[in-house]
């Protein structure tokens, strides 16, 4: 059974402080809820294996690699260079910069990744899981420079880069007890934080809760609105057929899709192995603004422009989804999608596809960028899971021991406080197992007060 003191370093986690909130800190006291946020009933589809499900920790810590430049070769590209929040985690750029160039394709939003029955990823679902893409990119000669080819270094290098900073010794001790970096640890925690990105506070969701299903008119749609939902649930012939891959209400990408017609590329020739797509949730912001351009070209500036696409396939290609072509004629083979959409049809489809756009993803903290206008974490708060408390004595010997496994022969911060309003504070060091143990006096008059050991990292000093 915990001791009151116990109970009450507990209570940590629901107690917000000026300091604990400030920019730079990571509290693992209190995490942010990546594991249990809420999720539409209507949402059935996932694709977390069951090997990694989302924790609050393991998903805290992917934050902070996700948007941590030193993962790169040169410490000038994080994965937040490519997928930035302000843009569902997308890029403005047609080609983003990497450490050796532009990337090959245009960026991917990443939200809504987990909710798909698509469990392969990148546009032409070459990494067989979430999980094996977060690597890829690291890897990359152009985009993060770990290859291991071309005179770069390996992931191995990598691995060696991040052990010896001794923030992430502390951080991956704090989450799998014990300093070890693996690829499997990145892979892992990377892919928490970014199926944790979500979506689900639309004008759509608003509307689907409403009606319980995707068919009779929602009642906070315009007519316009109302119209490009039916377009778009409609098979060819009588609306767009646009559900046939994209399927709502997760509005993932069908696995047996083939490409879409789109079939250029950067470096000139045709890319007929695009037959992945992201989620068609927050294609726009809540201004309506596309987030840099469509298709992996990023080559329609527009919403108008990729269903005009769709509404005239220009050819029938190499790979091309059977479901974007028509009957030829007799003998004749199958011929491009020819939709005959009006003018109004296709605008009522675009305020369809706007009304997929929510509002949290782009300013929770959560998904946010964790480091400092400086660039660097000020403080880390380890978990209180595992503190062992103890009280012994009494009257003016009264004492209190506090322990902790740490990092060998790293430096904490040992932090106490009787209303949570301020801290004390004092240095103390791991001994060479990892062992922090600290011994202090604990007056009669104050049996509950709060204890916590932090970290200060050391380019923060």
Same mark, same amino acid.
């Given at each position: 059974?915990?001791?009151?003191?116990?109970?009450?370093?507990?209570?940590?986690?629901?107690?917000?402080?000026?300091?604990?909130?400030?920019?730079?800190?990571?509290?693992?006291?209190?995490?942010?809820?990546?594991?249990?946020?809420?999720? /539409?009933?209507?949402?059935?589809?996932?694709?977390?294996?069951?090997?990694?499900?989302?924790?609050?920790?393991?998903?805290?810590?992917?934050?902070?690699?996700?948007?941590?430049?030193?993962?790169?070769?040169?410490?000038?590209?994080?994965?937040?260079?490519?997928?930035?929040?302000?843009?569902?985690?997308?890029?403005?750029?047609?080609?983003?910069?990497?450490?050796?160039?532009?990337?090959?394709?245009?960026?991917?939003?990443?939200?809504?990744?987990?909710?798909?029955?698509?469990?392969?990823?990148?546009?032409?679902?070459?990494?067989?899981?979430?999980?094996? #893409?977060?690597?890829?990119?690291? +890897?990359?000669?152009?985009?993060?420079?770990?290859?291991?080819?071309?005179?770069?270094?390996?992931? =191995? @290098?990598?691995?060696?880069?991040?052990?010896?900073?001794?923030?992430?010794?502390?951080?991956?001790? =704090?989450?799998?007890?014990?300093?070890?970096?693996?690829?499997?640890?990145? #892979? #892992?925690?990377?892919?928490?934080?970014?199926?944790?990105?979500?979506?689900?506070?639309?004008?759509? @969701?608003?509307?689907?809760?409403?009606?319980?299903?995707?068919?009779?008119?929602?009642?906070?749609?315009? /007519?316009?609105?109302?119209?490009?939902?039916?377009?778009?649930?409609?098979?060819?012939?009588? *609306?767009?057929?646009?559900? *046939?891959?994209?399927?709502?209400?997760?509005?993932?990408?069908?696995?047996?899709?083939?490409?879409? *017609?789109?079939?250029?590329?950067?470096?000139?020739?045709?890319?007929?192995?695009?037959?992945?797509? /992201?989620?068609?949730?927050?294609?726009?912001?809540?201004? *309506?603004? /596309?987030?840099?351009?469509?298709?992996?070209? =990023?080559?329609?500036?527009?919403?108008?422009?990729?269903?005009?696409?769709?509404?005239?396939?220009?050819?029938?290609?190499?790979?091309?989804?059977?479901?974007?072509?028509?009957?030829?004629?007799?003998?004749?083979?199958?011929?491009?999608?020819?939709?005959?959409?009006?003018? #109004?049809?296709?605008?009522?489809?675009?305020?369809?596809?706007?009304?997929?756009?929510?509002?949290?993803?782009?300013? @929770?903290?959560?998904?946010? @960028?964790?480091?400092?206008?400086?660039?660097?974490?000020?403080?880390?708060?380890?978990?209180?899971?595992?503190?062992?408390? +103890?009280?012994?004595?009494?009257?003016?010997?009264?004492?209190?021991?506090?322990?902790?496994?740490?990092?060998?022969?790293?430096?904490?911060?040992?932090?106490?406080?009787?209303?949570?309003?301020?801290?004390?504070?004092?240095?103390?060091?791991?001994?060479?197992?990892?062992?922090?143990?600290?011994?202090?006096?604990?007056?009669?008059? +104050?049996?509950?007060?709060?204890?916590?050991?932090?970290?200060?990292?050391? =380019?923060?000093?």
């Amino acid at each position: 059974m915990k001791t009151p003191t116990a109970l009450c370093l507990a209570a940590i986690s629901a107690v917000a402080s000026a300091a604990e909130t400030a920019e730079g800190v990571l509290d693992l006291t209190r995490p942010e809820a990546y594991a249990d946020q809420p999720v /539409p009933a209507y949402i059935n589809r996932d694709n977390t294996p069951p090997g990694n499900p989302i924790t609050d920790l393991g998903a805290t810590l992917g934050r902070v690699l996700f948007y941590d430049k030193r993962l790169s070769r040169n410490d000038s590209i994080s994965c937040s260079s490519c997928h930035q929040q302000e843009h569902a985690f997308s890029d403005l750029a047609i080609a983003s910069t990497g450490v050796a160039g532009t990337t090959g394709r245009h960026s991917m939003r990443l939200v809504n990744s987990r909710f798909a029955a698509e469990r392969r990823f990148f546009w032409d679902e070459r990494a067989v899981t979430l999980e094996d #893409q977060t690597t890829r990119p690291i +890897q990359d000669h152009v985009e993060m420079g770990f290859s291991g080819a071309d005179g770069d270094p390996g992931f =191995a @290098d990598l691995v060696d880069k991040l052990s010896s900073i001794e923030e992430y010794q502390v951080l991956f001790t =704090a989450v799998y007890g014990d300093e070890g970096v693996t690829e499997q640890r990145v #892979q #892992q925690s990377l892919a928490q934080f970014i199926r944790s990105i979500q979506s689900f506070d639309s004008k759509y @969701d608003e509307g689907r809760t409403i009606v319980g299903n995707d068919g009779p008119p929602f009642p906070n749609f315009t /007519p316009a609105e109302n119209r490009g939902k039916q377009l778009f649930l409609a098979p060819p012939g009588q *609306g767009a057929g646009c559900a *046939g891959c994209h399927r709502p209400p997760e509005f993932d990408i069908d696995p047996n899709s083939g490409n879409n *017609g789109v079939v250029g590329s950067f470096s000139g020739g045709n890319d007929f192995a695009v037959t992945r797509s /992201p989620s068609l949730r927050d294609l726009v912001d809540e201004n *309506g603004a /596309p987030h840099g351009g469509f298709m992996h070209t =990023a080559q329609f500036a527009t919403l108008a422009q990729v269903i005009n696409h769709y509404n005239a396939i220009p050819a029938v290609v190499t790979g091309l989804d059977r479901r974007l072509t028509r009957p030829g004629g007799p003998g004749q083979p199958p011929q491009p999608q020819r939709l005959n959409l009006t003018v #109004q049809e296709r605008g009522d489809l675009e305020a369809f596809l706007e009304t997929l756009t929510g509002s949290s993803i782009y300013t @929770d903290p959560k998904w946010s @960028d964790p480091y400092g206008a400086d660039g660097l974490l000020s403080l880390v708060v380890l978990p209180s899971e595992g503190l062992g408390i +103890q009280f012994a004595g009494s009257g003016a010997s009264r004492g209190l021991t506090v322990r902790m496994t740490g990092v060998p022969n790293v430096d904490y911060v040992f932090q106490w406080s009787n209303q949570l309003d301020s801290w004390n504070s004092f240095p103390v060091t791991a001994d060479p197992n990892g062992n922090v143990v600290v011994a202090i006096p604990a007056p009669e008059g +104050q049996p509950n007060g709060f204890y916590r050991f932090a970290y200060e990292p050391e =380019a923060a000093e």
